[in-house]
């Protein structure tokens, strides 16, 4: 079963855009330990960066994970960012993330 959270722009905001690159980072927390492709993400607070095709995952620390993930267009806008979970085997695994203000979905595999 999907266990969808949404993170509001409550925590550090839904979206920040770099002026340098005009990639956009967007924020999200995780409550629980949780796999995000082949890398386990402790709890805390995550930056996802999305240049293009190309996706960034980094922590608190601004270190870099390395995951594997695609970018996939949606029909609609989301109006938050949103962090899909799946729950198994008493583990967490991220099925997606919805990138707020956006029509892009993270997948990761």
């Known amino acids: 079963m999907f266990k969808r959270i ?4 409550l925590l550090v905001g839904v979206c920040l855009v770099s002026a340098k690159t005009g990639a956009k980072t967007y924020s999200f927390v995780l409550a629980d330990p949780a796999v995000a492709g082949n890398a386990q993400l402790k709890p805390g607070e995550y930056h996802l960066k999305l240049d293009g095709a190309q996706v960034v995952l980094t ?20 109006e938050v960012t949103a962090v899909n979970t799946l729950n198994g085997d008493g583990a967490n695994r991220i099925v997606s993330i919805e990138l707020g ?4 979905v993270i997948v990761f595999q």
């Open 101 to 104: 203000g956006s029509s892009n």
């Open 6 to 9: 949404a993170i509001l722009a």
């Open 59 to 78: 922590d608190k620390d601004r270190k870099r994970i390395d995951t594997n993930a695609k970018v996939e267009t949606a029909e609609r806008k989301f």
